[in-house]
């Protein structure tokens, strides 16, 4: 499998989508408050999760991101009420699509992350952060 972004001693680069209503606030208190995560991490909002399409996914890791991380809406959606559904359907495609291009797709990871769930973020990110690091080594 191809190593995508960095392979020297730099923190993995993530894309991390983040959703305007749900997600965004929550990251936005990690920032805020302080909290102590990777600078490396590249925030783009979007509407809804259920609305990112599988190829930004690749066009991120093609880019050189390590990593791609959806903070996803979860059932707190205000726009659809399958949000979590639809979400799970972009990840699989976007595996599949990953998968195809030779990128390991453990690059990919999603989570549901509410309005206050800053220390969840931060968890996932260190963590998603440390698989990339074994990733890209590997």
């Known amino acids: 499998m191809s190593s995508s972004g960095n392979g020297g001693g730099e923190a993995p680069r993530i894309l991390a989508f983040s959703t305007n209503n749900i997600s965004d606030p929550g990251i936005d208190l990690a ?33 050189g991101f390590d990593g791609i991380f959806i ?15 639809r979400t799970g359907k972009v990840v699989a495609r976007a595996q599949e699509l990953i998968k195809e291009r030779g990128h390991d797709p453990r690059r990919l990871k999603m989570a549901a992350i509410c309005s206050v769930c800053a220390e969840s973020f931060v968890s996932h990110v260190e963590k998603f952060q440390k698989l990339l690091i074994d990733v890209n080594t590997s």
Do not use: Q, R
Not at 34 to 58: A, E, F
Not at 71 to 85: E, L
């Open 31 to 63: 920032g805020s408050a302080h909290m102590n995560y990777t600078p490396s991490v590249v925030v783009l909002p979007v509407p809804c999760s259920s609305g990112i399409k599988p190829s930004w996914i690749l066009h991120g890791l093609d880019a």
């Open 71 to 85: 903070a996803a809406d979860g059932t707190d959606c205000a726009y659809v009420p399958d949000c979590t559904d």
